[in-house]
T-cell receptor, first 117, second 116 residues
Framework: EPEVTQTPSHQVTQMGQEVILRCVPI?????FYWYRQILGQKVEFLVS????????KSEIFDDQFSVERPDGSNFTLKIRSTKLEDSAMYFC???????????????FGAGSRLTVL | AQKITQTQPGMFVQEKEAVTLDCTYD???????LFWYKQPSSGEMIFLIY??????QNATEGRYSLNFQKARKSANLVISASQLGDSAMYFC?????????????FGQGTELSVKP
């Protein structure tokens, strides 16, 4: 079964360092997302991406964050200068298209756990 | 603005019994979809079931069913014949049709523990 692949599974970084989280969405999917889950809390929307541009971003997604789809398969999330509060699980997700159906659901990757020291 | 509320932080159920996880939502948009995801301790998000706002019948997927009460704006998940492997966090989520990006908004989650 097709899956969304995320790397690394866990990254430890020092405050102020740049981090890039990588995702390979399902190949025929057109919509891509990043979500964040701070330990023990709910899953929060960060950004949606379609047709090589950001469709929507949340207030969490400030100037320290950026996304890119550099080569048609990878989808990356960059945090320019990490803060302690960026420690969280980051999920990449993808969907085929905009249609509403039980088959067109958001498929999540296994997540990348980021720990900022 | 859309909002999802799950009022049960934690639930216990005996193995083989049924359990209902509550979810209420708030939106003025008439077109939306409601979703349930399971998050086991390993952390991944697993899609369980979907209900469209115009669907006439409640959704079912194996042991999962969705008790959709549109007038009350509730979309409760019913798990029948609970198994030990059902122990996990469960998130209710909503997507609005008009939203170009198609984002999902999640509730706070309910942690379900199944007792042997």
């Amino acid at each position: 079964e097709p899956e969304v692949t995320q790397t690394p599974s866990h990254q430890v970084t020092q405050m102020g360092q740049e981090v890039i989280l990588r995702c390979v969405p399902i190949s025929n999917h057109l919509y891509f997302y990043w979500y964040r889950q701070i330990l023990g809390q709910k899953v929060e929307f960060l950004v949606s991406f379609y047709n090589n541009e950001i469709s929507e971003k949340s207030e969490i997604f400030d100037d320290q964050f950026s996304v890119e789809r550099p080569d048609g398969s990878n989808f990356t999330l960059k945090i320019r200068s990490t803060k302690l509060e960026d420690s969280a699980m980051y999920f990449c997700a993808s969907r085929v298209d905009r249609a509403f159906s039980g088959a067109n659901v958001l498929t999540f990757g296994a997540g990348s756990r980021l720990t900022v020291l | 603005a859309q909002k999802i509320t799950q009022t049960q932080p934690g639930m216990f159920v005996q193995e083989k019994e049924a359990v209902t996880l509550d979810c209420t939502y708030d939106t003025s948009d008439p077109s939306y979809g409601l979703f349930w995801y399971k998050q086991p301790s390993s952390g991944e998000m697993i899609f369980l079931i979907y209900q469209g706002s115009y669907d006439q019948q409640n959704a079912t997927e194996g042991r999962y069913s969705l008790n959709f009460q549109k007038a009350r704006k509730s979309a409760n998940l019913v798990i029948s014949a609970s198994q030990l492997g059902d122990s996990a966090m469960y998130f209710c989520a909503m997507r609005l049709f008009y939203n170009q990006g198609g984002k999902l908004i999640f509730g706070q989650g309910t942690e379900l523990s199944v007792k042997p």
